[in-house]
């Protein structure tokens, strides 16, 4: 593929110093600053750091056909999504991040614009904003499926790991195209073939309930195939998007594209309080991955490619959605509390701080979010849950406050033997708790709750909201997504011996 003039000309103007690259050749190596974690972490230093792994560049490109009808259609320049990485990061600074991923999608040949244009601005954008951490990752155009970030670890070999993912296992990325690139056998490759990586990247599926039809009838993402992934690689296929981009559309009034009028874009199957039905539905699919025992975790990103203000539907990133992960700030930190579930997510920062604890009666050592405790059968356990409920505005310039937070627990029973099961009938809301429950201590509000006689294996999860439904409702058409706040954090396990 020749990269266009106005491609190459665009990156040499953010970093000159960098030489263009040329048919046949790759670029100059350029090795970046160096990442990880640097020795063993002290878990008490890991602190909630505000992120997005999903964010798009002028690099998610447009595509015009070539003028023979023939040859592979040309890139666009910011055809798709509008801002350089490095606005990218400075805005996400702005907003309150602490790190964050590029990842741009692709198309014909699309690998060397991420390793020849995409990452040079990356590292502009890490020199301009050292406050933030940024990770080289992409959207992946999914084989089998619709899209998922894949967030490569921080090192010397970030840009080539990606480029060997990207060119090989991108459905989009053959031109012509070709079939067999776009099969859930090939995903299960790409992901067997990304946890034989010396330092392997995380994934996560993006809006998996975008292409579903009505509440539980999937499109594009199905729940056997989100099994299959997990089964093929649990450390590298850990979760999906709780909680969707492209939030801003109910902002614009745009007569013109009714599906951008629906939170995420999900005009056949709503999402319910911002969040998509596999994480939102109680007893649903989430539920029903917990109760198997697997680690599967959502997250909530932007999904930035144009700013709602500037013709778009997106929010910048972190000017409405977050994912908190605890850690301390460091990539390698940072990329294995994403790996490990210590994470919650917020909308429109209805909190900034999430604890939730469990603990046995003997007094041992607790387990927190993303964590697992041991106990003997018929024991108690406490489950303590501390929160941030901020004072002052949010970015949109209303002041929410949590109304309601539900403590929700089900059983771990095991493997299912149906794949395409999407519900756990054991769960249910163990404790609703409201303004007389808990204890406000300025902006820091505390609960507990004490789960008698465990006799086998469970799991405990929190949500939270500032509205009075008891249950996330779709959403409508030109709903105002300021109005209507959840925050999600994920599991804690109870294993029972």
Known sequence: MRIPVGLLAAASLLMPTVAAAHEGHHPM?????AGGTTGKVDPSKRQWLAGDHHVHSQYSVGWKPSADGKSAPEPIIAGDASNPIPTN???GAKFGLSWMVATDHGGPNHAKISRDLAYPELLVARRRTPG???FFGMELDTPGAEHSSVIVPNNPAERDVLFGIESQYNRREPWPADPSRDTEARMVDALTYMSKIPSPPVVIANHPSRTAT???????VSPGELRNWNDAAPNVAVGMEGAPGHQAGGLTADAGDPEAAFRGAYRRAPTMGGHDQMTARLGGFWDSMLGE???WWVTSTSDSHRHYTDGGHDFWPGEYSKTYVKAVRQPGDILDGLRNG?????LGDLISELDVSVTPADGRQGAEIGGTLRVARGSD???????RDPAGTNFGGQAPEVTRVDLIAG???????DRTTDHNPSTKVARRFTQKDWVRDGERLSMVHTIRNVTGPIYVRVRGTNGTELEPLADTAGENPWSDLWFYANPIFVEVR
Do not use: E, K, N, W
Request: glycine share 10%.
């Open 411 to 417: 059983d771990v029973t095991g493997p299912v033997s």
């Open 293 to 295: 025992g697997r680690h």
């Open 342 to 346: 210590r994470v919650f997510t917020t």
């Open 381 to 387: 356990v406490t489950v303590v849950i501390r929160l």
């Open 132 to 134: 933030v951490i940024q």
């Open 29 to 33: 190596r350029i090795v970046p600053p």
């Open 214 to 220: 009505a509440l539980g009838q999937y499109g594009l």
């Open 89 to 91: 990061a400075a805005m």
